[in-house]
């Protein structure tokens, strides 16, 4: 028998990933079960290496679906990302995203088919590498120059939203998502939504300085 398993990552141990589960559910998704990897980086540690991502490539059987709420939790390395999801296809699994319903299914036989899918798996895996990439390097930045300009104000006020939700926010935004559809599935409200959608870098390095 076929089964559905979400695997969730976050990057913190602070993080709660408990959410990626409440939007797998609320998307329409039925899971069988959970694999989760807490405090664990998707830049740094492929998934086979990690505590828990390695259980998939021993659990997951032809017919099985993976669910992740978009491919960064699988990897921010292009190569890890590419690598994993076609590995998983040419066992017969099916990769779903829940962020945008994105299949991606190795049964199909046409070529047309099978570069539009290869393309769009590559075309993602690069997305979530560079925003991992744009995202340190507006930390390091952002805090580097509050620091030397501003020290008695480096912290400032506590941001409304966390990095799950920005995560999400700058995920469905990079796939051309509207503030309604983001605003429902972070939780934010949609002027925030905005806001963050204005300046994601500045909110990155507001995080930062409060490590959330």
Do not use: C
């Not at 807490?38 to 659990?59: A, H, T």
């Not at 962020?99 to 570069?115: E, L, R, S, V």
């Amino acid at each position: 028998m076929s089964r559905t398993i979400l695997y969730a990552r976050v990057s913190t141990s602070d993080q709660n990933s408990a959410h990626q589960l409440i939007q797998a559910e609320a998307a329409g998704f039925k899971i069988d079960e959970v694999i989760t990897d807490d405090g664990v980086s998707g830049v740094k540690v492929p998934l086979r290496e990690r505590p828990e991502g390695k259980r998939l490539f021993d659990k997951l059987r032809h017919g099985d679906v993976l669910v992740v709420r978009w491919v960064d939790r699988l990897g921010r390395n292009y190569q890890d990302v590419t690598d994993t999801i076609r590995h998983f296809m040419r066992q017969g699994v099916v990769v779903r995203t829940v962020i945008n319903n994105m299949t991606f299914d190795g049964a199909t036989a046409d070529p047309i088919q099978m570069a539009v899918r290869d393309a769009l798996v590559g075309f993602m895996a690069a997305t979530a590498q560079a925003q991992a990439e744009a995202t340190k390097s507006a930390q390091r930045a952002g805090i580097a120059d509050t620091r030397d300009k501003e020290p008695e104000k480096y912290r400032g006020r506590r941001p409304s939203y966390t990095h799950a939700q920005l995560t999400t926010l700058r995920d469905m935004d990079a796939l051309g998502a509207g503030a309604s559809a983001i605003a429902k599935a972070t939780g934010l409200t949609r002027p925030t939504v905005q806001r963050l959608r204005d300046n994601p870098d500045a909110a990155e390095q507001v995080l930062a300085r409060w490590q959330r």
